[in-house]
């Protein structure tokens, strides 16, 4: 079973300046998230979604962060402008969810994104 | 705001010594999760709590969940180099969907 997919693994770029990052979460899988994970930090929730509906995005910046998740499938997260606070790790997340919520995070190997 | 505090943040150990890491908070979670993540990588999914008191052992790994439902701990017996790692614990809110991580707790185990 492929895992989550997500590009382009590394990204630098200057500040102000626009970057999109895309994920595939495995196949079913209702729910997605992204998570920004700061370096000597734990993942941080910018957005979840459940199909193509966002439960949360309480903590997305959304004066530069936008993310959308196409069809229920696919997922982009945008930033622009960038600023030098969001070099960081962000990672994506699919899982199934139950009425529990216990479902397994399954991360992708995330995208690393170096502001200068 | 859900918060979850995780302690020590950074460990160091020898090999065959034994260790707890602590995950707690003043929230009730309807269950909650251990991670280990290694560098360039996702965080992995060890194990899945559920029950208030509830203990599960994965080989060296004992996971226990607060009876209140709002602290976790993890204990790793003899310790060994390949238990170096970050490991995340990671609540989900009752009623909800969110998942929350606590801050880590970076392990390196000397041979």
């Known amino acids: 079973e492929a895992g989550v997919a997500q590009s382009p693994r590394y990204k630098i770029i200057e500040k102000r300046q626009s970057v999109a990052f895309w994920c595939n979460p495995i196949s079913g899988h209702a729910t997605l998230y992204w998570y920004q994970q700061i370096l000597g930090q734990g993942p941080k929730l910018l957005i979840q979604?459940?199909?193509?509906?966002?439960?949360?995005d309480s903590q997305l910046p959304k004066d530069r962060f936008s993310a959308e998740r196409l069809k229920g499938v696919d997922s982009t997260l945008k930033i622009q402008p960038a600023k030098l606070e969001d070099s960081a790790v962000y990672l994506c997340?699919?899982?199934?969810?139950?009425?529990?919520?216990?479902?397994?995070?399954?991360f992708g190997e995330g995208s690393r994104l170096t502001v200068l | 705001t859900q918060l979850l505090e995780q302690s020590p943040q950074f460990l160091s150990i020898q090999e065959g010594e034994n260790l707890t890491v602590y995950c707690n908070s003043s929230s009730v979670f309807s269950s909650l999760q251990w991670y280990r993540q290694e560098p360039g990588e996702g965080p992995v999914l060890l194990v899945t709590?559920?029950?208030?008191?509830e203990v599960k052992k994965l080989k060296r790994l004992t996971f226990q969940f607060g009876d209140a439902r709002k602290d976790s701990s993890l204990h790793i017996t003899a310790a060994q180099p390949g238990d170096t790692g970050l490991y995340l614990c990671?609540?989900?809110?009752?009623?909800?969907?969110?998942?929350?991580f606590g801050a880590g707790t970076r392990l390196f185990v000397k041979a």
């Open positions: 979604f459940q199909n193509n509906g966002v439960v949360d």
């Open positions: 997340a699919s899982s199934l969810r139950t009425l529990v919520n216990t479902g397994e995070l399954f």
């Open positions: 709590v559920v029950t208030g008191g």
């Open positions: 990671a609540g989900a809110g009752t009623g909800g969907f969110k998942t929350i």
